[in-house]
């Protein structure tokens, strides 16, 4: 079974089918279209046209903190929620009630996975460069481990080793599903959508 299944969603119109595992690009730089259509797929908008399934059921039947859990957008924009950046990766986790032991078993494996500096733990999201920030984030998302990624040109603001770590360590969730924002190809599994080019 599919996990996500998108059928004319909005206008122009999102159609594509997505399986775990699946790398799949919109290759195109972030824009109002984009931006939408990651929105409609987590429900942070309704869509008005197209029908949008969620392993097999209707998207808007899902409650939104359950299909979040499952359905993870990473804006082009990191935030931080106002916390430090180890309560900003822990975030996902606590939100699910984890018990504490757990959750810094999960961090300590995705902080040294990222090679995130110890000394960055206490600091604030204005102590960081934007690429710093960005990092942080994208390591929270994995932290969260959804079933599928929404990603916003997550690449954008990482030097080049950053953005190879990431892949590397994204294509390694074999079971998770990856919709991103992208404009340049990247070599296989990812494959570009059909069509969207400019959105």
Excluded at 55 to 64: I, K, N
Excluded at 75 to 86: A, Q, S, Y
Excluded at 138 to 154: K, M
Aim: hydrophobic share 50%; charged share 15%; proline share 10%.
């Amino acid at each position: 079974m599919s996990l996500l299944h998108c059928q004319n969603l909005a206008a122009p119109p999102l159609t594509l089918v997505l399986y775990p595992g699946s790398r799949v690009l919109l290759p195109c730089p972030s824009n109002a279209t984009t931006r939408l259509w990651l929105r409609f797929l987590n429900r942070l908008r309704e869509p008005t046209a197209g029908t949008v399934l969620w392993r097999g059921q209707e998207l808007a039947t899902w409650p939104v903190a359950t299909l979040r859990q499952q359905v993870l957008l990473v804006p082009e924009v990191p935030f931080f929620f106002g916390l430090t950046v180890e309560e900003t990766i822990a975030y996902p986790l606590k939100l699910r009630r984890w018990p504490h032991p757990q959750i810094q078993a999960n961090l300590s494996y995705w902080l040294e996975r990222m090679e995130l500096p110890r000394h960055w733990y206490g600091l604030r999201e204005f102590e960081l460069s934007l690429g710093d920030r960005q990092w942080v984030v994208l390591t929270r998302a994995l932290v969260a481990a959804p079933q599928l990624f929404l990603l916003e040109e997550p690449l954008k603001l990482l030097a080049t080793p950053r953005q190879a770590l990431f892949l590397q360590l994204l294509d390694a969730q074999t079971e998770q599903a990856v919709l991103m924002v992208h404009p340049a190809p990247l070599p296989a599994p990812w494959v570009a959508l059909a069509g969207v080019e400019g959105a």
